[in-house]
């Protein structure tokens, strides 16, 4: 067929499959993306679409440039000192190279904006800021052409917002100042349209950003096509068994192969085995299922932080849909309580604190509750809460309550109603004083990125005091797994020896994270993947043309 004209295959269509084939084409080799799924862009079309890129150039050139040291010792503090070599080193190739994929995306075409007051996910670790966050501007999808129906989402209509515009549209509701502005980004959203656009945001900005770059590059791309195995010569992979519609086929690959399938998150037996869980609420692709680490396990690969996942409290819509929880912990009158209707944390710290802090307190085994009460749902605004139709659905499903008193509330959710009293009685005491005695919730500026700044004395506390009062189920989910393969600092895939598999290499979720068990900030994920993929491509190139 057209365009089988390749020597470098790349397993997967998200940000580190599409970026390795970038920096492979230019690096001279002649790349192909295989896609298990129907559409292509993977997790990263679904996501927010942001990377954690310290020392990025948008802030050099915004007057924010920061010394290099601060972000290595905060990556480095949250390695920990157990950290190896090897991890350490995967790190800092990090850091050196993330500036540098960023930048060859930009040279290729990707329109790059900064999040500049977005804060690190800790706080309290020294080297930690804020602004290190890029994210592509919107993008029209039509400009793919044909290219552009296969996108995952591709039908999703919804104004392309910008990162930092999340908080600010959640609380449209509380001052005309920000009701003009969501107006004003709705307005915009349908003169695009009128224009013939398809004005995308987010993941699918990044995401197409990325596909207009391998169109440009002649870059092939083959979708509902499954990896099966890999192919070994002379101990090194030369190739892949791939298949489409039940017929198998062996493709070459001379220059390598790039592993950039995402992880394992939708494989319920490879979540028991490697993580001891029985139960689990991913919001990862259906296809997220370990085609690509399985694959490489055959052939002698090792493993690493096959543990862990990037933690995402959800709310429970239906047995099968989750919903993320992100502003709904920080804004003032909220807070999530144990089955005993105690609280136990602060909600406003980061997802990924979140979601462990609540999988160590039991909420996998037993229903832990959001509660709200009937003034924060007039105030903010929701992807699911706000709408009477999904809380309707929630209701009828038993992972949403309504009562009129706490009490009430209680007796619903199989909660002591003299103890979840008590808790929301204390809380109020919180919120009146401004300061959060048990836990100290809005003291960060992390804290108060997703609060209310119109809200005093504590932009991140308010009482829970008006009926109706609420109660969601709350899940320790998940945005995907991020322990896999075992890789070095070039993406090279490592065998149980802890040697390199020559022609093998890895990226984003399908290889183990570079920041161990940590989450530095938002879109560290992506921003990893893009790296590994830059690196991983960059390697192959240079191995492929005998360059050192």
């Known amino acids: ?99 540098q994929m960023a930048r060859m995306l930009a040279e290729e ?30 993008f029209d999808g039509h400009r793919l052409g044909a290219r552009f129906r296969t996108m995952r989402l591709a039908d999703l209509d919804l104004p392309a917002i910008n990162s930092g515009q999340f908080a600010t549209l959640t609380r449209a509701w509380t001052s005309p100042r920000l009701f003009v502005e969501a107006a004003r980004t709705v307005i915009c959203h349908l003169l695009r349209k009128l224009r013939g656009q398809k004005p995308l945001g987010n993941g699918r900005a990044l995401a197409a950003s990325l596909m207009n770059i391998a169109l440009k590059r002649d870059i092939p791309i083959r979708l509902s096509t499954r990896l099966v195995d890999l192919v070994v010569e002379d101990g090194a992979v030369t190739g ?16 390598g192969v790039l592993l950039a399938a995402g992880g394992f998150a939708q494989n319920k037996a490879l979540r028991r085995e490697l ?33 862990d996942c990037w933690w995402m409290p959800s709310i429970q819509i239906s047995p099968e849909l ?19 209707g105690e609280r136990y944390m602060n909600e406003a710290r980061s997802y990924m604190t979140t979601g462990r802090v609540m999988y160590e307190n039991g909420a996998a085994s037993e229903r832990h509750w959001l509660i709200l009460d009937g003034r924060f749902l007039k105030r903010y605004i929701f992807a699911d809460l706000s709408k009477k139709a999904i809380r309707k659905k929630m209701m009828d499903n038993g992972y949403l309550k309504r009562a009129d008193t706490i009490a009430d509330l209680a007796g619903q959710c199989g909660i002591d109603p003299s103890q979840l009293e008590a808790t929301v009685g204390r ?48 899940r320790p989910g998940d945005l995907g797994t991020n322990g896999g393969i075992k890789t070095d600092c070039h993406g090279r895939v490592l065998n ?22 940590a989450y530095p900030g938002a879109g560290a994920t992506i921003a990893a993947a893009a790296t590994f993929g830059y690196l991983s491509g960059s390697f192959a190139a240079r191995r492929n043309s005998n360059v050192a």
């Open 1 to 99: 067929m057209a365009g089988d004209d390749f020597n470098f295959i790349v397993i997967g269509s998200g940000a580190a499959g599409m970026v390795g084939a970038i920096t492979a084409s230019r690096g001279g080799l002649k790349p192909i993306i295989i896609e298990k799924a129907d559409s292509w862009g993977g997790t990263t079309a679904t996501s927010g679409g942001v990377l954690w890129v310290p020392g990025n150039d948008l802030m050099q050139g915004q007057g924010a440039g920061e010394d290099p040291e601060l972000a290595r010792s905060y990556v480095h503090a949250l390695l920990g000192e157990e950290a190896g070599a090897r991890e350490i080193a995967k790190a800092d190739a990090f850091l050196e190279n993330a500036p």
């Open 109 to 138: 075409g990707v329109d790059w904006i900064r999040a500049s007051e977005h804060p690190d996910y800790y706080p309290g670790v020294p080297g930690s800021s804020k602004g290190r966050i890029i994210e592509s501007a919107a």
């Open 240 to 255: 892949v068994i791939v298949e489409r519609e039940g017929r198998r086929e062996r493709l070459d690959a001379p220059a």
């Open 275 to 307: 993580q001891g869980r029985d139960q689990s609420w991913s919001n990862a692709i259906p296809e997220d299922e370990g085609d690509a680490f399985q694959a490489a396990g055959a052939i002698g690969a090792a493993s690493e932080l096959t543990d």
């Open 322 to 340: 989750n919903g993320l929880v992100l502003a709904l912990r920080a804004l003032p009158g909220s807070i999530i309580v144990n089955a005993g």
């Open 427 to 474: 809380f109020n005491q919180f919120a009146r004083a401004g300061k959060d005695g048990d836990f100290g919730r809005g003291e960060t500026d992390y804290d108060r990125y997703w609060a209310d700044p119109a809200h005093s004395p504590n932009s991140s506390l308010g009482e829970i005091s008006r009926p109706p009062f609420w109660a969601a189920v709350i």
């Open 496 to 517: 149980v020896e802890g040697r390199p598999i020559a022609g093998l290499y890895a990226a984003g979720n399908s290889s183990g994270s570079p920041f161990g068990h």
